[in-house]
Nanobody, 129 residues
Framework: QVQLVESGGGLVQAGGSLRLSCAAS????????MAWFRQAPGKEREFVAY????????YYTDSVKGRFTISRDNSKNTVYLQMNSLDPEDTAVYFC??????????????????????WGQGTQVTVST
């Protein structure tokens, strides 16, 4: 059973920064690709960022490229999302997700909600003007 717990959300002014963390209760965490998604009120859940199990591959949705960085610390079973230059359009609940162990894929594949087997409860990020 994979359990994911997000933290680090909050209220921040436009232009500010936040770092989200996702602690995973997973055996062999290093085998799992991880991703962040977000969901704004009235909108569908959308892909934000992905990191492969090997850490060698990362993907980002266009709107966050150059502002957000996904990383992982396999010794701590944790994945991070560093968010800089935040904009009110980034306001959403952010979800951490785990993919199938040892799997990989191209951007189209890893950006799909259906590619992930476990989800956290989410953490709210609110960016004020």
């Amino acid at each position: 059973q994979v359990q994911l717990v997000e933290s680090g959300g909050g209220l921040v002014q436009a232009g500010g920064s936040l770092r989200l963390s996702c602690a995973a209760s997973i055996r062999a965490f290093s085998r799992y690709p991880m991703a962040w998604f977000r969901q704004a009120p009235g909108k569908e859940r959308e892909f934000v960022a992905y990191i492969s199990w090997s850490e060698r591959v990362t993907y980002y949705t266009d709107s966050v490229k150059g502002r957000f960085t996904i990383s992982r610390d396999n010794s701590k079973n944790t994945v991070y999302l560093q968010m800089n230059s935040l904009d009110p359009e980034d306001t959403a609940v952010y979800f951490c997700s785990a993919g199938q162990p040892d799997s990989s894929g191209n951007y189209f594949n890893v950006a799909q909600v259906s590619a992930y087997i476990s989800w956290g409860q989410g953490t709210q990020v609110t960016v004020s003007t």
